[in-house]
């Protein structure tokens, strides 16, 4: 029974090792096409992958298969394994006896294991690097902001401000401004707006000077708690000592409420800005649409964008890309031309995303003819189309009966070498057969076989 058993496992690694090893000579290969290279190290991450998380010895798996253990190769293994903690110190354990790990792997593993809240193992991996790595021991910034925000979230302040504390000394990480912020923000994530008072004026005393984040978090916090009072005197604090954030304090303000999840506060300042004949910031405005937009007050967002237009607002491209798409999907098609029209005024070419949007509204209102004009137009005036364009033009009209007009967007779409969708091509083939195009199905059948060799 014994041998019975073992002899599959056998075959399993034996197997197991043939495919890897035949990705390994397909990697140095330089006959073959980058893209075949990529597939064939990526399919070699994603087997490794597979055996840590389903071996119960995968060492013993490891070993037999003469892995050529890379930087690069420990790196991308760890990341694909980002939600297995244990498997991933193991893997990492039994790959570090074969090569020297760098930083990157030990960052990459320390924030895996914070991820999934392994915080014991994390600081043992830290002491283990240390002794290792002795006085080149550092720990970057950005792990240790990650770290400081887990905790936040979880709830773990003394925990977060354990890790702040430590990072002079324990972690040989300088206490920069993002590592601050990222304390500010375990901070409101507990609600202890006093310690994030009390932090702010400890930035000061060291002579370091609050960034756009820092006013963000702590005008988030106070907004996510309905306290737009304070959030309010917080910024007219800081402006009396001369601290004035990058940005202006309504903006923060705006964001702070949309954060919340308050859209009607948001709207109500908007509408006192306008009034008092000042307009947001683009990205503030950006922000607010998009968060109207998603609520369907689409008719709020073009009364808004030309009310702030009229006060000497410029959107950018993120603008109309929010707005397009928002008003075309309600059918004000003249208002997406209106959009689409001042974009190309200021010196922008429309993209795919931007008039594609437009001419799927036009299908929907039974505009077949205007929609095929307008496509051409764009192929010229425009940025190409691509993929995405070419199945939303087979699939619209194929809907719409228009079955000729949706072959020859196929047979186009394949002309420019864009490979159409398997659905595409069932849905031109029957809609001709339906139609009585028999020997125009045919060709495009002959085409998908041609294409896919099958």
């Not at 990459?108 to 392994?118: F, S």
Request: hydrophobic share 40%; glycine share 6%.
């Amino acid at each position: 029974m014994l041998l019975r058993s073992t002899k599959p496992l056998h075959h399993h690694l034996s197997a197991t090792k043939l495919l890897l090893l035949r990705h390994l000579k397909t990697l140095p290969s330089s006959s073959t096409t980058t893209t075949t290279t990529k597939d064939a190290y990526f399919s070699l991450i994603h087997n490794i992958t597979n055996i840590i998380r389903k071996e119960v010895y995968p060492e013993r798996t490891l070993n037999k298969l003469n892995l050529p253990i890379t930087s690069e190769l420990v790196f991308r293994v760890l990341r694909a394994s980002s939600n297995y903690p244990s498997e991933s110190l193991r893997f990492f354990n039994w790959a570090r006896s074969y090569y020297s790990p760098t930083t990157i792997e030990y960052e990459e593993l320390i924030i895996t294991l914070v991820r999934n809240k392994k915080y014991a193992s994390m600081w043992k991996l830290i002491a283990q690097v240390k002794n290792n790595l002795g006085d080149k021991f550092s720990v970057s910034s950005d792990t240790v902001c990650f770290i400081i925000e887990e905790h936040g979230k979880h709830g773990l302040i003394d925990q977060a401000v354990e890790v702040f504390n430590k990072c002079s000394c324990s972690l040989n990480c300088q206490q920069n401004v993002c590592v601050y912020n990222s304390l500010l923000f375990a901070l409101c994530e507990v609600k202890m707006f006093h310690g994030a008072y009390a932090l702010i004026r400890r930035m000061i005393r060291k002579g370091i000077v609050p960034d756009k984040r820092t006013y963000g978090v702590l005008v988030n916090g106070w907004c996510s708690s309905g306290k737009l009072r304070e959030a309010k005197g917080f910024l007219e604090e800081m402006s009396n000592k001369g601290f004035n954030p990058p940005v202006r304090g309504r903006d923060l303000l705006i964001e702070g409420l949309l954060n919340a999840g308050c859209l009607e506060s948001a709207k109500d300042m908007v509408r006192r800005m306008m009034k008092e004949g000042f307009v947001p910031d683009v990205n503030t405005f950006n922000s607010l649409v998009e968060a109207i937009c998603n609520a369907g007050e689409v008719d709020f967002c073009v009364d808004m964008y030309h009310s702030v237009c009229k006060l000497g607002f410029c959107p950018d491209i993120n603008s109309y890309k929010i707005l397009i798409p928002a008003v075309s999907k309600v059918g004000r098609i003249d208002e997406a031309f209106r959009f689409l029209h001042n974009l190309i005024e200021d010196g922008h070419k429309p993209f795919p995303s931007l008039y594609a949007p437009i001419i799927k509204g036009m299908f929907r209102r039974g505009q077949f003819d205007d929609a095929f004009c307008f496509f051409s137009e764009m192929k010229v005036k425009g940025h190409p189309p691509n993929r995405p364009v070419y199945t939303m033009m087979i699939t619209m009209c194929g809907r719409g009966g228009k079955h000729v007009e949706a072959a020859n967007y196929l047979v186009e779409m394949t002309e420019i070498g864009l490979v159409p969708i398997s659905r595409c091509f069932d849905m031109v083939t029957d809609g001709l057969k339906n139609c009585g195009k028999h020997d125009l199905a045919k060709r495009i059948e002959q085409l998908e076989v041609s294409l896919r060799g099958v």
